[in-house]
């Protein structure tokens, strides 16, 4: 039907005539373009196949992977992107070109979302994977020693199983973006260039290809405010949890989120931008023989003086590789330049720990140094996510994160959590601007459905992201039982928002409150002894469809909770140790064992 103007319009016969034509020449006209556009699509062949599988605890693998396959779209491929536990739904004996992009945590392990595909490449089942070329991306930290090990994994058993690697692997810092997009640009040389035909037609070749380079752009976020542009706020609380005479000092921090383009959800992320300790860039700049006032030039924020570079730029606790190697060869440095051998990482590691870049300058002998290039070998500033501890339903406007400042004695310095004690000692609220952004956390979501029972284990700050959860419960009327598992070092100094807690617990929001304060008896008791003495009513709501979640530590607690639940499952459930781990990765694959650890 072609618009016309209604009979009652404001205009005279002549021209209610002229606009009628005028508005059916441009109907004919967008109907015209839409007939050619869907005969151009119909003259097309199908879709060259392109399969982009991820691992992501905190959502920037994720991220990287969807940006990557809106590009591979754009060059005429078909790209299908999922988590690598989906590795049934990949059908990956069928595919011919696959992506890896993965983050790596703990020693070198998998994200939860990639654990169970990893297991099945690595195990007897995996298929024949002949037919597939492959390109792995890792996402990483220098300063552990298993860096991208999660994608070192990939590759391995990948190409054990006959797959074919396009190009080496690529392993990307903290500081990951410049890295990444060097890697993704050799990736799409190695393969053709569909973007002039869109089809299939061209046939998929190895390595070699003489394709134009094109870097895929790592476009920004459609948020106005994000990692690379986080929102200035303000801090509007910052109360201590503990007890006066606790060993631990750990703030309830409350911050203003008053925009309209910054909203989260119950188990989201809250990433904070912080500044450095004014004493440490001190003790930086007499230990490397500068004023501060010296002028260096930083990418993408230009000259600075190399006080500000220092405070605001750089990361200046954990030194480089390159700092290292430089410091040994300008020094003669009689432990460092034998520690820089591959052979003997291990001990690398071991005389690194405890020490930042102002112990490792002082422990040889006096150079010279120039601010430039001292700034060259730094990394820079790294924005830290807190897991968010409010509902948005609870506290419009505001944002809360429970944050543990970190504070230790070694090599004769008191060493200071860059982020947490800028926010515990220097952020005065109301004053002090806080750079924030949110981190969505798709894989650390409450149920859909309210009625649906939660398990949640979450000892010391990682009660956090469960205080969103119960209020978000509370919040929405779920009607579903609640089971939470809190511990710490001592009830009298250390029960995190305890009035809180045991409101819930009175009032039946709590169907039952599991407590383990591991310093108030001789013998230690943590969460997940709690988790096995109440083995029969945990398999119970486990078997009655619960979500299992835990928060916290990913080297310990998390691995002991872990270790727990498959003693659980196994002994409760009648079990063998292969069924108990079916029965877990089944939990995972439906989204029921969810964990936000670190």
Same mark, same amino acid.
């Given at each position: 039907?072609?618009?016309i103007?209604?009979?009652?319009?404001?205009?005279?016969?002549?021209?209610?005539?002229?606009?009628n034509?005028?508005?059916?020449?441009?109907?004919?006209?967008?109907?015209?373009?839409?007939?050619?556009?869907a005969?151009?699509r119909?003259?097309e062949g199908?879709?060259?196949p392109l399969l982009?599988?991820f691992?992501?605890q905190?959502g920037?693998?994720?991220?990287?992977a969807?940006?990557? +396959? @809106?590009? %591979?779209? *754009?060059?005429?491929?078909a &790209?299908?992107?999922?988590?690598?536990n989906d590795?049934? $739904?990949?059908?990956?004996?069928?595919?011919?070109?696959?992506?890896?992009?993965?983050?790596?945590?703990?020693?070198?392990?998998a994200?939860?979302?990639?654990a169970?595909?990893?297991?099945?490449l690595?195990?007897?089942?995996a298929?024949?994977?002949?037919?597939?070329?492959?390109?792995?991306l890792?996402?990483g930290d220098?300063?552990?020693?298993?860096?991208c090990?999660?994608?070192?994994k990939?590759?391995?058993?990948?190409?054990a199983?006959?797959a074919?690697?396009?190009?080496?692997?690529g392993?990307c810092?903290v500081?990951y973006e410049?890295t990444a997009?060097?890697?993704i640009?050799?990736f799409?040389?190695?393969?053709p260039?569909?973007e002039?035909?869109?089809? +299939? @037609?061209? %046939?998929? *070749?190895?390595?070699?290809a &003489?394709?134009?380079a094109?870097?895929v752009?790592?476009? $920004?976020?459609?948020?106005?405010?994000?990692r690379?542009?986080p929102?200035?706020?303000?801090l509007?609380?910052?109360r201590?949890?503990?007890?006066?005479?606790?060993?631990?000092?750990?703030r309830?921090l409350?911050?203003?989120l008053?925009?309209?383009?910054l909203t989260y959800?119950?188990?989201?992320?809250?990433?904070?931008?912080?500044s450095?300790?004014p004493?440490l860039v001190?003790?930086?700049?007499?230990?490397?023989?500068?004023l501060?006032d010296?002028?260096?030039?930083?990418?993408?924020i230009?000259?600075v003086?190399?006080h500000?570079?220092?405070?605001?730029w750089?990361n200046i606790?954990?030194?480089t590789?390159?700092l290292?190697e430089?410091?040994?060869?300008?020094?003669n440095?009689?432990v460092?330049?034998?520690?820089?051998q591959?052979?003997?990482?291990?001990?690398?590691?071991?005389?690194?720990?405890?020490?930042d870049?102002?112990?490792v300058?002082r422990?040889?002998?006096?150079?010279?140094w120039?601010?430039?290039?001292l700034?060259?070998?730094?990394?820079?500033?790294?924005?830290?996510l807190?897991?968010i501890?409010?509902s948005?339903?609870?506290?419009?406007?505001?944002?809360?994160?429970t944050?543990g400042?970190?504070?230790y004695?070694?090599?004769?310095r008191?060493?200071?959590?860059?982020?947490?004690?800028?926010?515990?000692?220097?952020?005065?609220?109301?004053?002090t601007?806080?750079?924030v952004?949110?981190?969505?956390?798709h894989?650390?979501?409450?149920?859909?459905?309210?009625a649906?029972p939660?398990?949640?284990?979450?000892p010391?700050?990682?009660i956090?992201?469960?205080?969103?959860?119960?209020?978000?419960?509370v919040?929405?009327?779920?009607?579903?039982?609640?089971?939470?598992?809190f511990g710490?070092?001592?009830?009298?100094?250390d029960f995190?928002?305890?009035?809180?807690?045991?409101?819930?617990?009175?009032?039946?929001?709590?169907?039952r409150?599991?407590?383990a304060f591991?310093?108030?008896?001789a013998?230690?008791?943590?969460v997940?002894?709690?988790?096995i003495?109440g083995a029969?009513?945990?398999?119970?709501?486990?078997?009655?469809?619960?979500?299992?979640?835990?928060?916290?530590?990913?080297?310990?607690?998390?691995?002991?909770?872990?270790?727990?639940?498959?003693r659980?499952?196994?002994q409760?459930?009648?079990k063998?140790?292969?069924?108990?781990?079916?029965?877990?990765?089944?939990?995972?694959?439906a989204?029921?064992?969810?964990r936000?650890?670190?």
């Amino acid at each position: 039907m072609l618009p016309i103007l209604p009979e009652n319009a404001p205009f005279s016969p002549e021209q209610r005539a002229w606009l009628n034509g005028f508005l059916a020449g441009i109907f004919n006209d967008r109907l015209a373009e839409a007939g050619a556009s869907a005969a151009a699509r119909a003259s097309e062949g199908p879709k060259a196949p392109l399969l982009v599988l991820f691992g992501s605890q905190t959502g920037t693998a994720e991220g990287l992977a969807k940006k990557l +396959a @809106k590009e %591979a779209e *754009r060059r005429g491929y078909a &790209p299908r992107v999922m988590p690598w536990n989906d590795y049934a $739904k990949a059908e990956l004996a069928q595919q011919s070109i696959l992506v890896v992009i993965t983050s790596t945590w703990g020693d070198g392990d998998a994200p939860d979302n990639a654990a169970a595909g990893l297991a099945w490449l690595s195990s007897e089942q995996a298929a024949d994977l002949s037919r597939l070329q492959y390109a792995v991306l890792g996402l990483g930290d220098r300063n552990y020693s298993e860096f991208c090990g999660a994608a070192k994994k990939f590759d391995v058993q990948l190409s054990a199983r006959g797959a074919k690697r396009l190009v080496p692997t690529g392993e990307c810092d903290v500081d990951y973006e410049y890295t990444a997009q060097e890697w993704i640009a050799r990736f799409w040389e190695s393969l053709p260039n569909l973007e002039s035909t869109g089809s +299939a @037609k061209a %046939a998929v *070749r190895g390595p070699g290809a &003489p394709q134009p380079a094109e870097v895929v752009s790592l476009e $920004k976020p459609t948020a106005s405010y994000h990692r690379q542009n986080p929102f200035p706020t303000r801090l509007k609380t910052n109360r201590r949890l503990n007890h006066p005479d606790s060993t631990k000092d750990t703030r309830h921090l409350e911050i203003l989120l008053n925009h309209p383009d910054l909203t989260y959800e119950a188990g989201d992320a809250l990433g904070v931008t912080p500044s450095n300790c004014p004493v440490l860039v001190e003790e930086f700049l007499a230990a490397a023989g500068l004023l501060g006032d010296e002028t260096v030039e930083i990418s993408g924020i230009g000259s600075v003086s190399l006080h500000d570079a220092l405070l605001r730029w750089l990361n200046i606790t954990q030194p480089t590789r390159e700092l290292l190697e430089h410091v040994a060869k300008r020094t003669n440095h009689p432990v460092l330049e034998g520690l820089l051998q591959p052979e003997r990482k291990r001990e690398l590691d071991s005389w690194l720990y405890g020490r930042d870049i102002v112990d490792v300058l002082r422990s040889g002998p006096k150079a010279s140094w120039q601010a430039q290039e001292l700034v060259g070998w730094l990394r820079r500033m790294q924005a830290r996510l807190y897991s968010i501890s409010s509902s948005p339903k609870a506290h419009p406007g505001e944002v809360h994160v429970t944050v543990g400042a970190v504070r230790y004695d070694a090599h004769g310095r008191t060493k200071k959590g860059v982020a947490s004690c800028w926010l515990a000692d220097r952020v005065v609220p109301g004053q002090t601007e806080v750079p924030v952004f949110i981190q969505t956390s798709h894989g650390f979501r409450l149920p859909s459905q309210g009625a649906t029972p939660v398990i949640m284990v979450g000892p010391g700050t990682g009660i956090a992201p469960f205080r969103s959860f119960l209020e978000e419960r509370v919040a929405t009327g779920a009607s579903g039982r609640n089971w939470l598992f809190f511990g710490d070092q001592r009830r009298s100094h250390d029960f995190l928002y305890e009035d809180q807690i045991l409101n819930w617990q009175n009032s039946g929001v709590l169907s039952r409150l599991d407590l383990a304060f591991s310093r108030d008896q001789a013998e230690k008791v943590y969460v997940q002894h709690r988790m096995i003495e109440g083995a029969a009513e945990l398999w119970r709501w486990l078997e009655e469809g619960a979500h299992f979640y835990v928060c916290g530590d990913a080297k310990r607690m998390a691995k002991d909770v872990d270790e727990a639940l498959h003693r659980v499952v196994q002994q409760m459930g009648g079990k063998t140790e292969d069924g108990a781990r079916e029965y877990v990765a089944g939990m995972k694959s439906a989204k029921r064992y969810q964990r936000d650890v670190y």
